[in-house]
């Protein structure tokens, strides 16, 4: 066996290995121990293989393959377990002399980490930036849309008043509902705006219910009378602390989203109720500081999600939509109204089984 050099073990900052050429390990030096956390003796247990992640074993399998054909001098970098089973991220270059393989390697873990923390503010500003830009241009559109919203109630108001000396009660009524159609859809146009167009947050005390009422008095007539909304309201619910405007856009979000789910129709269910997070509560909700919460539950009988799909719903541009068809801005703003009124939003759903998200806002209580 070819020991390394002890000035060589000794002054080295580089992790340094001797192998054999079936790559068992003959000897380290201090780098490696320091890096790593194995004795000498522990190290010479192992093959070089053994060192690494399990993750990373296909790409250093390969890496050994080419040596073994005859190159003498290879680059990789994979990532090894330390004895207390942290990975370190290693850049390795391994030279063949005679009949041992020599690996020299250096720790980029902390190159790894300030990179992926760049690459993460990168991203954040990319999607700040894209907010604003969409949030700017839907602010633009819908302001328009208002305006054509506007010149159609006028004209239908017109209409009335030209033929209010020649109309039979269906006349006046195909112009009552059109007239309601058009200021439904402003309102929800205006809702639209709230959602992408940063608003300054004017927190309150809620009643939960009555908003709920009021979303659902929004939608009445404008969905298709395929889909029904039923409200399943909790009798003597809390109160929660938060800004109105955003409570609904929040539901209006979920509201979108279970009608999306039912193209052939189906039952969207909102319910309330008062929940006691506590040491036996299971699932989702054991994330939560304990305490007592107001839920609020969008369900639909649509056709669900699969898991690699719900999992991803609350994230930021997230879509199962075609290109131009949807931002994936919905679900991350309900998620985001949440969270910084010191609750979460959980979704539930399995295909076929439709989909229920639950947003827990905590009670609000006189001090």
């Known amino acids: 066996m070819v020991n390394l050099p002890e000035s060589v073990t000794c002054h080295s900052q580089e992790m340094l290995i001797e192998a054999d050429l079936a790559y068992g390990i003959l000897d380290v030096n201090s780098g490696c121990a320091h890096v790593l956390g194995w004795s000498l003796s522990e190290f010479r247990e192992k093959k070089f293989v053994g060192l690494v992640h399990p993750d990373d074993r296909a790409l250093t399998v390969a890496a050994l393959a080419a040596i073994d054909k005859g190159g003498k001098a290879l680059a990789f970098t994979n990532r090894c377990m330390h004895k207390s089973d942290e990975p370190a991220w290693v850049s390795w270059r391994a030279v063949t002399v005679d009949t041992s393989v020599f690996f020299i390697g250096r720790d980029v873990s902390a190159e790894r980490r300030a990179n992926a923390a760049l690459e993460k503010s990168e991203e954040a500003l990319f999607q700040l930036d894209r907010t604003a830009t969409m949030g700017q241009l839907a602010n633009g559109i819908s302001h328009d849309f208002n305006n054509q919203l506007q010149s159609v109630v006028a004209s239908l108001e017109l209409i009335r008043r030209l033929v209010s000396t020649n109309r039979g009660p269906e006349t006046e009524r195909f112009i009552t509902n059109a007239i309601s159609a058009a200021q439904r859809a402003a309102t929800l146009n205006h809702q639209v705006r709230q959602l992408l167009r940063p608003q300054l947050s004017q927190p309150q005390v809620l009643a939960v219910n009555q908003m709920l009422v009021g979303v659902q008095e929004m939608l009445r007539g404008a969905l298709p009378p395929k889909i029904s909304v039923d409200l399943v309201l909790a009798p003597d619910l809390w109160e929660t602390y938060c800004d109105r405007v955003q409570a609904e856009t929040a539901v209006l979000n979920l509201l979108l989203n279970a009608y999306e789910a039912m193209a052939g129709g189906g039952t969207i269910t909102i319910q309330s109720n008062n929940v006691e997070v506590s040491a036996a509560t299971s699932g989702p909700a054991t994330t939560l500081p304990r305490g007592p919460y107001v839920i609020i539950a969008v369900k639909d009988s649509g056709a669900g999600m699969p ?43 399995e295909p076929g089984q439709g989909a229920a998200v639950t947003i827990y806002l905590p009670r609000f209580v006189q001090r």
């Open 307 to 349: 898991a690699e799909i719900r999992d991803r719903a609350f994230e930021t541009f997230f879509t199962t939509k075609p290109n131009g068809l949807g931002m994936g801005l919905g679900l991350s703003v309900v998620q985001r109204f949440a969270q910084q009124n010191g609750g979460q939003a959980f979704i539930q759903s």
